[in-house]
């Protein structure tokens, strides 16, 4: 398995359905299993096991993470140029650090919050809302995002958090 392209892990759990059955666990490079790998996983377990053993991919729970972060502004700073900039490379770092978070650990909402904080042009930053919700990788979507508070969010060893630049969203907050 570790020779198939996208593995980054794999753990066998034998008898976990048992006897005559194991489970392979696996971890991909990439933020998300894909069902591609599953399938290419799922065919080498069946050509290379023993007549009558049979052999099951698992791979992580996926938490999805959505968080939407308004901002303020130095003084002459034009909100349409913050928010492209924002949507850039700010947006990208958070997507990184929330999926290089290692299987089953925590994810801290403040440490997100420091990489908008640290920006050039921004003076303040809150997060207005932070979602959590199972990412089905077979279907590509979110189920259940519920809206959650802002302390540390804590996972079981077999769930991993997954962003996209797609689910973090900024806005500029106005002087009064």
């Known amino acids: 398995l570790f020779n ?12 976990k359905r048992g006897t005559g059955t194991f489970n392979v666990f696996i971890d991909s490079t990439t933020p998300v ?9 799922q065919a080498v377990l069946d050509r290379e096991v023993a007549l009558g053993i049979k052999g099951y991919v698992e791979y992580p729970t996926y938490k999805a993470v959505t968080i939407d972060i308004e901002v303020l502004a130095k003084d002459g ?7 492209t900039s924002l949507g850039g490379t700010t947006a990208t770092d958070i997507m990184n650090t ?5 299987r089953g650990e925590s994810l801290d909402p403040t440490l997100l919050l ?7 042009d921004i ?7 932070l979602k959590i919700g199972d990412y089905s990788v ?3 979507k979110i189920i259940n995002n519920e809206i959650v508070g802002l302390g540390r969010k804590k996972l079981t060893e077999f769930e991993k ?5 797609d689910l973090i969203s900024f806005c500029v907050a106005e002087y009064e």
Do not use: C, M, Y
Request: glycine share 2%; aromatic share 4%; charged share 20%.
């Open 138 to 140: 077979l279907e590509d």
């Open 114 to 120: 420091r990489l908008v904080l640290d920006h050039e």
């Open 98 to 102: 929330i999926n290089n978070i290692s």
């Open 77 to 83: 700073i034009v909100a349409a140029d913050l928010l």
């Open 161 to 165: 958090w997954f962003s996209s630049t």
């Open 123 to 129: 003076l303040n930053a809150k997060i207005k809302e």
């Open 33 to 41: 299993v894909s069902p591609l790998l599953i399938q290419e996983v």
């Open 4 to 15: 198939l392209p996208g593995i980054a892990n794999a753990t066998l759990l034998p008898a």
